[in-house]
């Protein structure tokens, strides 16, 4: 079985910052792509930033500037740097990643979430 394990979300005020990790565990192969997405209330789940094996990123317009992706590969973590931050983040952030799994299996994975609250 495989786990993803969030932590970083919080309470900020508007302009500030927060960074939100998470860490994959369990019978693990290989990591292919991580990625964070996020939904508020009443919206539909969106894609936040994205990142492939290789490194290379991908954000919607509305975060570019502001959010950063990377990941650690030896541990099996992705982060997810969050600059500027503006009312309108405030979501349930998901971390998301394509795993192939010791057995060869290549499976879709979520964290549990994380509430991340920009006030004004």
């Known amino acids: 079985q495989v786990q993803l394990v969030e932590s970083g979300g919080g309470l900020v005020q508007a302009g500030g910052s927060l960074r939100l990790s998470c860490q994959a565990s369990?019978?693990?192969?290989?990591?292919?792509?991580m990625a964070w997405y996020r939904q508020a209330p009443g919206y539909q789940r969106e894609l936040v930033a994205h990142i492939a094996s290789g490194g290379s990123t991908n954000y919607p317009d509305s975060v570019k500037g502001r959010f950063t992706i990377s990941r650690d590969s030896a541990k099996n973590t992705v982060y997810l740097q969050m600059n500027s931050l503006k009312p309108e983040d405030t979501a349930v952030y998901y971390c998301?990643?394509?795993?192939?799994?010791?057995?060869?299996?290549?499976?879709?994975?979520w964290g549990q979430g994380t509430q991340v609250t920009v006030s004004s």
């Open positions: 369990g019978s693990i192969f290989s990591i292919n792509t």
């Open positions: 998301n990643a394509v795993i192939t799994q010791v057995m060869g299996v290549v499976s879709d994975y």
